[in-house]
């Protein structure tokens, strides 16, 4: 089958650097693949599709965002009678030059290395802010302020939402472990975990300790301390309120964690570590 491939200058407008679309993805098959010479990252707004890229097929939920690079083959397909996308086109420029001042950015997102494009997830609160953002970017100037103002706060979004992972995990431990940052999974222990990777909890043991050389709790349990020290540091919030919300209210395996995870109990870490720069002595 021909691949078809797209060029900004037929797409943006004199001046422009950056063009959104909003689409219902039919549910008919593709015509083809395609690539192109820019930059592009869109995200499923509700519903489900199948993207095809670089030779494999994968299926894409409400939230998620895809990050293609120029280089990338695909097509996309709705699932369902109303799949709708929104995609964001950028000026190659545009993306070149962000990498250049921000290398930190290096092997992620546009600028992520082999075969398959970088994928993320955005629940339903982060989804909203993510239109929000979009529904402004749109309604302005095709500005290249506009555009980085955007691409940098949707990265940065990412990068705070969790930390980095290991190369090569399958694309459904990916999504899981992502989504696992989020009080509403982790609260649950690795019950979460394994409820949002959708495979049988033996597996996801298994996958987890082969690609992750830890267990599934053990994961949950670092994700779990390192909310509970950014909660310490950032709120006057008791211990037993935060212990409770992150799934533990048996306050000594809260301690005997926490000390494990930080080198120090909760207090001794708060006393440390949190600073008043609301009303400063």
């Given amino acids: 089958m021909t691949t078809r491939t797209l060029h900004h200058s037929d797409i943006l407008r004199l001046g422009d650097v950056f063009h959104m679309t909003r689409a219902v993805l039919p549910r008919s098959a593709p015509k083809g693949p395609h690539n192109h010479d820019y930059f592009e990252v869109f995200w499923i707004q509700n519903g489900r599709a199948r993207h095809r ?29 109303e799949t709708r996308l929104v ?12 990498i250049i001042r921000f290398p930190e950015l290096a092997n992620r997102f546009f ?26 970017l749109e309604r302005g100037p095709r500005s290249r302020l506009r555009a980085e103002a955007f691409v940098l706060s949707l990265c940065t979004a990412i990068i705070g939402d969790a930390p980095r992972l290991p190369d090569g995990l399958p694309t459904w431990l990916r999504d899981a472990c992502l989504a696992a940052q989020s009080p509403e999974v982790f609260s649950d222990g690795a019950a979460g975990l394994v409820r949002v990777a959708g ?39 008791a211990l037993s309120e935060i ?9 000594s395996h809260f301690h005997r964690l926490f ?7 909760p207090k001794q870490f708060r006393t440390k570590y949190q600073r008043d720069v609301i009303s400063p002595l």
């Fill in 111 to 136: 600028w992520q290395d082999g075969t398959l494009p970088a994928r993320h997830h955005r629940d339903m609160r982060q989804l909203a802010s993510l239109s929000h953002d979009a529904l402004l």
């Fill in 243 to 251: 212990a409770t919300d992150i799934g533990i209210p048996n306050m």
């Fill in 53 to 81: 890229i670089n030779g494999e097929k994968h299926e894409l939920s409400e939230g998620q965002i895809v990050f293609i690079r120029p280089d990338d083959t695909h097509s996309l397909q709705g699932l369902e009678d």
């Fill in 87 to 98: 995609n964001l086109i950028l000026a190659p420029d545009l993306v070149v030059g962000l």
């Fill in 199 to 237: 495979r049988a909890h033996a597996h996801v043991s298994r996958m987890v300790q082969k690609y992750m050389h830890t267990t599934p709790t053990d994961y949950i349990n670092t994700v779990r301390m390192d909310h509970a020290a950014r909660r310490l540091t950032g709120t006057g919030d």
């Fill in 259 to 265: 000390r494990e995870a930080h080198g120090m109990t």
